[in-house]
């Protein structure tokens, strides 16, 4: 029997009261089971608020569902489907989301990792503050944002048409000209990069250092370390900010909606898949229809996501992980 030092000696310590459990369980399946009961909040909110609906509409994709009559809906195959392959629009979504992942989701990964190599820096002074800085811009909600980004790129007041003019340079007008648009929302975006660069933050701060030593010693310049030792030694972080901001840049709605007050102008410029998908359930009624989009939009996001991991073998370093 265990024994415990009391103040006159030692004394018989309390034994383990075992009844509560029965005497054939394992420590194993004690322990999953309250890791099953604490995670029983997030499956609960899994199942209510996205397998559920994700189910629903995938029933609804093959009916010509209508909310304001939801008692007379009809079953139609594949008909909403085979719409879409005669939709001049989703063709047009589609290329403007694409053309936008193309430019937003490289500036964003690097302007982020700049910003978090900055204030990794040992040599700045003040980098709390500056991480600080950086960050707050996310804590703002995304239609008062945009909305102040619309008066910042505006054509005649806004103060980053200013700032050209003392170089000479004449300020595009940003959200009125479909040629500007998309470079004005990558541009918009920036503003909310601190969630990626805490992220690489994180990263490069993982990095060991003795690997930049021993490269020194061998000669290295910043550009040799970079390359070959920030480089690898981050790059699962810049798969996951790769996944998580190509996610991101096919659901763009928000600001798109804000800045075109859900019309897609400029000449569809702004009409972005998921904006198109919002006017179909939601102004035009027809949420069969856009329970199909939501699919095909789900469809695309899945199939880049595990192109993105397949590839992810040849250039994510996992250190002496072997596949």
């Known amino acids: 029997m265990a024994t415990r030092e009391g103040s006159t000696g030692l004394v018989p310590a309390p034994a383990l009261d075992r009844s509560r459990w029965p005497l054939h369980m394992s420590l194993s399946r004690r322990e999953s089971i309250w890791g099953y009961v604490f995670i029983s909040p997030w499956i609960f909110g899994f199942?209510?608020?996205?397998?559920?609906?994700?189910i629903a509409s995938l029933f609804f994709s093959v009916t010509d569902y209508d909310p304001r009559f939801p008692d007379t809906f009809h079953f139609i195959g594949l008909a909403n489907y085979e719409h879409m392959l005669h939709d001049p629009l989703v063709v047009q979504s589609l290329t403007v989301t694409v053309k936008f992942a193309v430019l937003a989701v490289p500036v964003t990964l690097i302007v982020?990792?700049?910003v978090a190599m900055l204030v990794n820096n040992k040599l700045l002074i003040g980098r709390s503050v500056f991480r600080t800085l950086f960050y707050m811009p996310t804590q703002i909600p995304l239609i008062a944002s945009t909305i102040i980004?619309?008066?910042?790129?505006?054509?005649?007041?806004?103060w980053f048409n200013m700032a050209l003019g003392v170089f000479g340079i004449e300020g595009p007008s940003w959200f009125t000209d479909p040629n500007w648009v998309t470079p004005g929302l990558v541009l918009l975006g920036l503003w909310g990069i601190g969630n990626m660069m805490l992220i690489f933050l994180a990263g490069l701060q993982g990095v060991p250092t003795e690997l930049y030593e021993a490269a020194r010693v061998d000669g290295a310049g910043r550009w040799t370390l970079f390359r070959h030792v920030t480089l690898p030694m981050i790059s699962?972080?810049?798969l996951y900010n790769l996944i998580i901001s190509l996610i991101a840049a096919f659901q763009y709605f928000t600001q798109a909606y804000v800045i075109s007050n859900g019309t897609g102008d400029p000449n569809n410029a702004t009409l972005f898949f998921n904006l198109d998908l919002y006017r179909e359930g939601w102004r035009y009624y027809n949420m069969g229809y856009a329970s199909a989009l939501a699919w095909l939009l789900f469809a695309i996001v899945m199939g880049l996501t595990v192109g993105l991991f397949?590839?992810?073998r040849y250039w994510v370093y996992e250190g002496s992980t072997t596949r």
């Open 47 to 54: 199942l209510a608020f996205t397998a559920l609906p994700m």
């Open 310 to 312: 397949r590839t992810a």
């Open 149 to 158: 980004w619309l008066g910042a790129l505006s054509l005649r007041t806004g």
């Open 112 to 114: 982020a990792l700049g």
């Open 236 to 238: 699962p972080v810049i």
